[in-house]
């Protein structure tokens, strides 16, 4: 099977799909003036605009990986996710304390998805 790439730069593709399986790398705010409820706004905000680019959706998340750059915005970063996610799919999930490659960026999101039917 083909490998399906969007959004493929010289370090990375944004989205990979492969076998009805979606890969997104991992998401960062853009705007890393705002605090952890709004980063991870923003990030999800990604997330979901890249889903639906790949056919999928918040409702058809296989895994999540959650990096943040401080464990303590971790509830900050969950009352966010909380209000998100999907009621009765939420997914197998992972959140870490991790030092990130921006050390302004305070959350990183990498999530697997499958593609609708």
């Known amino acids: 099977m083909a490998v399906i790439r969007h959004h493929v730069g010289a370090r990375l593709s944004e989205i990979a799909i492969h076998n009805g399986t979606v890969y997104l790398a991992g998401q960062i705010a853009d705007d890393t003036e705002?605090?952890?409820?709004?980063?991870?706004?923003?990030?999800?905000?990604?997330?979901?605009?890249?889903?639906?680019?790949?056919?999928?959706?918040?409702?058809?998340?296989?895994?999540?990986q959650i990096y943040l750059s401080d464990m303590v915005d971790f509830s900050g970063m969950n009352a966010v996710w909380d209000g998100w996610v999907a009621t009765g799919a939420t997914p197998p999930r992972a959140t870490v304390e991790?030092?990130?490659?921006?050390?302004?960026?305070l959350v990183e999101i990498v999530v697997v998805a499958a593609q609708r039917d």
Not at 98 to 105: E, F, Q, V
């Open 34 to 64: 705002q605090d952890i409820s709004g980063q991870t706004r923003e990030v999800l905000g990604h997330i979901d605009r890249l889903l639906a680019e790949a056919n999928s959706d918040k409702s058809l998340l296989l895994s999540v």
């Open 98 to 105: 991790s030092k990130l490659a921006n050390p302004k960026c």
